[in-house]
């Protein structure tokens, strides 16, 4: 082990509801800590919640360090995707990431 213990950076955490969290986290921490704290301050399931960053699923294991994360990124939250068919998981994803991204997009235009 190296011996340095990894920084902290602030990540925004961005629901269907346009409702925003913010958390700091160590760049080396697993985010399967976020995703808890987030699903425990929803009064949800964790396992029935699905974050995304870029597009990309975050896993249990992955640590900001690996995803790239930077300093105020926003990782999205979506619910039951979980679905049976992966097609419909995906028209309902695309569905989310446009609301989310509408929602980010009025902020923007509030703070103008």
Do not use: Q
């Not at 939250?77 to 509408?102: A, E, P, Q």
């Amino acid at each position: 082990m190296s011996g340095t213990s990894g920084k902290y950076i602030k990540l925004r955490v961005v629901g269907e509801d346009c409702g925003e969290i913010h958390f700091t986290v160590k760049e080396t921490t697993p985010l399967r800590k976020l995703m808890s704290r987030y699903s425990e301050s929803k009064g949800v399931g964790v396992t029935s919640l699905r974050f995304f960053f870029d597009g990309f699923r975050i896993g249990d294991s992955d640590t900001a360090e690996d995803l790239g994360l930077t300093e105020n990124d926003t990782i999205e939250v979506f619910t039951g995707l979980g679905g049976k068919s992966r097609w419909v998981d995906c028209y309902h994803l695309n569905s989310c990431i446009m609301h989310v991204s509408m929602c980010l997009l009025k902020e923007c235009w509030r703070g103008c």
